[in-house]
């Protein structure tokens, strides 16, 4: 099991005169969820640098993320406003396994889309701003629109 879930020992049992296997078992298992959760908010997050900063961002609060205009640069757009950063989006596609790749330059936050214009290939976020999409995505937006 522990090489199924790619999960390392938690803790091991000396056996002793006193030992209490329930209270061990139940000490063991506060940490798993303890630690379980802090993953899970660090999962829940992206980060970027911003000069010598490093900055964290609700998952949340991110509508999509897309190449800005300038070489190496990105666009972060969240429910507030833009951020503008260095970057590239492959390294944010490949440590934020909850951002969707919709073309070469957009990765999109998929609980901020409020529709799919399978017409126009167009992604419409809750704030209206509109995305395009690539013609490889389509069947799968069609899917994805018919499940929304």
């Not at 522990?2 to 061990?24: L, P, S």
């Not at 078992?25 to 379980?36: A, G």
């Not at 800005?68 to 590239?88: E, M, Q, R, Y």
């Not at 969707?100 to 701003?129: A, H, M, T």
Request: a positive charge.
């Amino acid at each position: 099991m522990t090489y199924e879930r790619r999960v390392g020992a938690v803790d091991y049992i000396i056996k002793t005169d006193n030992f209490d296997m329930q209270k061990r078992l139940n000490e063991t298992l506060e940490k798993v969820m303890t630690n379980y959760t802090q993953l899970r908010k660090i999962e829940d997050t992206i980060s970027y640098k911003l000069g010598t900063r490093i900055m964290t961002i609700d998952l949340d609060k991110v509508l999509y993320i897309e190449t800005a205009t300038v070489p190496h640069k990105l666009n972060i757009v969240k429910d507030n406003g833009v951020s503008f950063i260095s970057g590239n989006l492959k390294k944010f596609e490949e440590d934020t396994s909850k951002l969707l790749r919709i073309s070469q330059s957009c990765l999109i936050n998929p609980k901020k889309v409020s529709q799919v214009d399978i017409s126009k290939n167009e992604v419409i976020f809750l704030n209206g701003d509109i995305q395009k999409y690539s013609r490889r995505m389509r069947n799968y937006m069609k899917k994805w629109q018919n499940r929304m």
